[in-house]
């Protein structure tokens, strides 16, 4: 990091260091993750007053390209898309975008496979959607969704997750951030403690935090959270990932869920279950959600199309039991559904075609394929530097390191033009084990792309040695 | 209402009392909206016990299928599709539906024209947006909504609006209740006073109170709300419909728009300006929305296009102050759009093409039309037994009703196969004057059924006068 700074201009310092961080991170030369230096740090790296970085770093927080973390440090935003610079202009005005030739391979989360994509097939759902007797597409549309997108998702869960649910019993969402929210209100969890796993997924907590909950972190165990700390709290709520904990992998023992479910019965409190990626399990015998196991109505069922089928679809689902749903009815009859039709009828004709299940099936042997690849990647180029977690299903794992810093990797992957991500988000109270993890996300990457991620990275690690020994 | 209870019968009157109720409002012989007898009074209908009707209805209530409204009474629920017998299942099975001959014109609000409407472009919009250079397809999409759908709002708005908002202030939500839920969040709102138009929109109205606002209504004068009513509140928010006031139809004053803003200026309020349907205005000069008139950002404008466009895209935005845009990047960085970005960009292409410019100049005149033909049926059928309320823009108007209840012509319009509605619960303190009034929207339907719903209604109302003769 050095800015020139000129004393000569009329333009202050802090003006001046302001604008070219600023510059730095539009044009993509300070990334999104990346940590600052310390006010401190800069200020005798610069050797300039500590109220000119002070100054700098204060505007740049205000306007969202900075983030200060209590007790961690200041950081690049996470905002794609600066609110002052877009660089995602399409024609006819072509902004300059981050060269996106500086990453060769990214391993982001959340991103799914488009090669084997059924592309013309659901162009064609889109299309008889909108065909379809239409009178529909001139009205709002049903409150808790379509019905027979409602009645595709309830055979879809009987099918491939054991759950049996009405379609009544079903409410159309726009992903699990708005369902949350929604059942935070439902069940009048402001004010009182939710419980949720540590780390877990920082989206949910966020809405925790904002609809005022008090939200207790339960520590993991091998086999899923600890399920005393869950019997010792006051949570009147916990929500879990037990087919596949968010971030580590693993999965809830039958024993524990089955002593969750009795401490939900006993202490009439709800399970919110998140089955984000129940359908790409690799290895072993499919896992029975706890829905399915639940008998006194206590669980509610989280689904979404995100990772499924497409994030773009933006499409999430809750199954409810009864009476929640009747409560819901009541409580929420002045909202409007807040999904497009247009995307749930198109959605249901694409299930009902048995292009989904097909779908499913194709995509849970090319995960497979390219989770080896990545197992298989990261023993051959790593060996015994890292060490792999939660590794039987999914769409990412994670890697403990050894000798470096997540920090450090994500610096050095950089370079060599390897994105890779910290997971430290998801812990509420992050502790010094947090920073020795890296997630990969594979689920957008070709075979060829993760091995050659792998070994770029890997290489890092090497350089690491070296410049240790 | 005159069930056959069986005495004899083992099962209890008021599980008896409950079956019957429940059939007739499945089977549509009770319709939404219709005020059930009180417990006295059907206590005395029936000859049964006051405990047998209590318990009938507190089920019914409990179920969803009645609503009890304080001061008002016990109606027939608002929930379309009972939770528990969906009626709008599709092939292959198909359960009965309530009778939909039963009905001839109903002038249901918020349903726009179908006959005009450029199917064929739309398809298209929705096919070539998936066709689009696709990874976007298969990530998340910009928190703010679709870069390319912000830029046509934004051109869309400078021209039709006279909005200058650059797409970086652009947010792209699910709905104007979507959007009030963050602008509450936003402005931290919960604990404090809003204000807004009594009688005013009820969707927003719950939004407010679900975020624990303290709603402070406003009277509405000949020339829109009071703002001396807003100057001596402590409201730290205002929600006004500047353009065409909901449901009465005013415009507000210029004088009282610069007013309102001098109000927000020196008390560092926020003017939320709903534009619901700007688009749509028949006569006279348009009128400069509030949002243009701002000097000092203190105006949060909203649109959708539900009126202009179709309720079932679900697209709704929000032009925030650049201020309160970085605000809300910072604050809801968490947060994922809700927005699925094939329709965005869809819409996008479309009013790229200039479709949407064209669409909206065709309905505009379309509707004009049609408004015309509903003030000449209401003249030529009804003549002074009614007084139009609002007639210069929009789909809908009022009618003040003279001589007969707004109840009682709602109950003998059904009768004759015209359905209408009751405004009552737009206002937060219904006044006997809420009674009088009723609501005719006229978007989805043609001018024969316009010229023949007025018809028929206007027969109910010779009847009563016959009747009270």
């Known amino acids: 990091m050095t800015p020139f700074l000129h004393r000569e201009l009329p333009e202050p310092l802090y003006s001046q260091l302001y604008h070219w961080i600023k510059k730095e991170i539009e044009e993509g030369r300070l990334l999104p993750g990346m940590k600052m230096p310390s006010i401190r740090q800069l200020t005798a790296h610069l050797k300039v007053s500590r109220n000119t970085v002070e ?173 005393e700390h869950i019997q010792t709290s006051r949570a009147k709520a916990v929500y879990v990932t037990p087919s596949h904990q968010f971030p580590f992998g693993m999965v809830l023992s039958i024993s524990k869920r089955m002593r969750l479910l009795k401490w939900a019965y006993q202490s009439e409190g709800y399970i919110i279950e998140d089955d984000y990626d129940g359908e790409f399990r690799y290895r072993g015998q499919p896992i029975p959600s706890l829905k399915s196991l639940d008998e006194e109505e206590r669980v509610i069922y989280l689904g979404t199309f995100s990772k499924s089928f497409l994030p773009s679809v933006r499409l999430s689902y809750i199954v409810f039991p009864p009476s929640l749903m009747g409560q819901y009815l009541r409580k929420f009859a002045a909202y409007n559904q807040s999904v497009s039709p247009i995307i749930q009828r198109a959605m249901a004709l694409f299930m009902q075609s048995g292009e989904f299940e097909r779908h499913i099936r194709r995509m849970r042997k090319l995960y497979q394929r390219k989770h080896q690849a990545l197992l298989r990647s990261i023993e051959q180029h790593m060996g015994t530097k890292v060490k792999v977690v939660g590794e039987k299903s999914g769409l990412h794992i994670l890697l403990k390191l050894k000798g470096v810093s997540t920090l450090e990797l994500i610096e050095k992957g950089l370079q060599k033009g390897v994105k890779v991500y910290s997971p430290l988000s998801f812990w509420l109270n992050p502790t010094p084990e947090g920073h020795s993890y890296i997630m990969l996300g594979f689920g957008g990457l070709s075979i060829e792309e993760i091995e050659k991620g792998i070994s770029l990275l890997a290489s890092c690690l090497h350089e690491e040695e070296i410049g240790e020994s």
Chains 1, 2 share one sequence.
């Open 55 to 227: 100054a700098a770093y204060q505007q740049l927080q205000s306007e969202g390209y900075l983030e200060s973390v209590p007790k961690s440090g200041i950081w690049v935003a996470e905002i794609e898309k600066s609110p002052l610079h877009p660089n995602e202009v399409e024609h006819p005005i072509k902004l300059e975008c981050k060269p996106s030739s500086e990453v060769l391979v990214d391993f982001e989360y959340g991103n799914v496979d488009l090669e084997k994509f059924p592309l013309k097939q659901w162009k064609k759902c889109l299309s008889d959607a909108v065909d379809q007797e239409n009178n529909w597409l001139f009205k709002y549309s049903e409150k808790q969704g379509e019905f027979a997108l409602r009645r595709e998702i309830s055979n879809h869960l009987l099918q491939s997750r054991g759950v049996r649910s009405a379609p009544e019993q079903i409410l159309i969402t726009a992903g699990t951030q708005t369902s949350m929210a929604l059942i935070c209100r439902l069940l009048a969890l402001q004010g009182h403690t939710v419980a949720m796993e540590e780390p877990g997924y920082s989206g949910v907590r966020s809405v925790f935090e904002d609809e005022r909950c008090h939200v207790e972190p339960m520590p993991l165990e091998k086999d899923g959270l600890s399920v």
